[in-house]
């Protein structure tokens, strides 16, 4: 069936590390992809999304790129803060006569300072 | 703060009870979604409204219900409750049906006991 799958967390970093988060999909059509972010105690807000191959999302110096060939969506950063420290979820949306979206299980990212 | 807002916060309940899940889209928004979020299962997609009408299901039981009225609110019916339908419920909205952004409310936390 369609899934999502994430790199398992948490991931901790250094301040001003790179980051990379992988995403890999299943789907049997062709889906829209996102990367939501959840601060604590908060709901998910949309950081990226590309809506079709080799579109490259990008947002606060996040980016993404939608590569068909290998399925994925990985996210990365050139230099985190610690203000990016949240549970970050990669998603896509499918449209089966209806659109059904599927989240991964979520990375969480912990940033020292 | 997203423009979704949902109601109440939080909820305490017993097994076997039946309680209702409050939800406003942003203003425009025409597509409701639901989501329950817990430790063990991540974030699952139960069901999808657009403009009044069921667009999408996910895993939803059947125990669970909900409806999209013509202001376009929404509300998640849950009954018959047990210990295992403790989690968060997300509400998200979006401009339409299809890949588009959702923007999600703050979720309201069930704890039943």
């Known amino acids: 069936g369609d899934s999502v799958t994430q790199m398992e967390g948490p991931v901790t970093l250094s301040e001003e590390a790179f980051l990379t988060i992988n995403c890999t999909y299943t789907?049997?059509?062709?889906?829209?992809l996102f990367w939501y972010v959840q601060y604590p105690g908060e709901g998910l807000q949309l950081l990226l999304k590309?809506?079709?191959?080799?579109d490259k999302g990008s947002n606060k110096g996040f980016e993404a790129t939608y590569r068909k060939e290998t399925t994925s969506f990985h996210l990365e950063k050139g230099s985190v803060q610690v203000s990016d420290s949240a549970v970050y979820f990669c998603?896509?949306?499918?449209?089966?006569?209806?659109?059904?979206?599927?989240f991964g299980a979520g990375t969480r990212l912990f940033v020292k300072a | 703060d997203s423009g979704v807002t949902q109601t109440p916060k939080h909820l305490i309940t017993a097994t076997g009870q039946r309680v209702t899940l409050r939800c406003s889209p942003r203003?425009?928004?025409?597509?409701v979604y639901w989501y329950q979020q817990s430790l063990d299962q991540g974030l699952q997609f139960l069901i999808q409204?657009?403009?009044?009408?069921?667009?999408a299901k996910g895993n939803i039981l059947e125990r669970f219900s909900a409806q999209q009225f013509p202001d376009l609110h929404s509300e998640l019916n849950l009954s018959s409750l047990e210990l295992g339908d403790s989690a968060l419920y997300f509400c998200?909205?979006?401009?339409?049906?299809?890949?588009?952004?959702?923007?999600f409310g703050p979720g309201t936390r069930l704890t039943v006991t």
């Open positions: 998200a909205s979006s401009v339409a049906s299809g890949g588009y952004e959702q923007y």
């Open positions: 789907a049997t059509g062709y889906p829209s």
């Open positions: 590309a809506t079709k191959a080799d």
């Open positions: 998603a896509l949306t499918l449209n089966t006569g209806g659109f059904k979206t599927i």
């Open positions: 203003s425009g928004d025409l597509s």
């Open positions: 409204y657009y403009n009044g009408e069921e667009r």
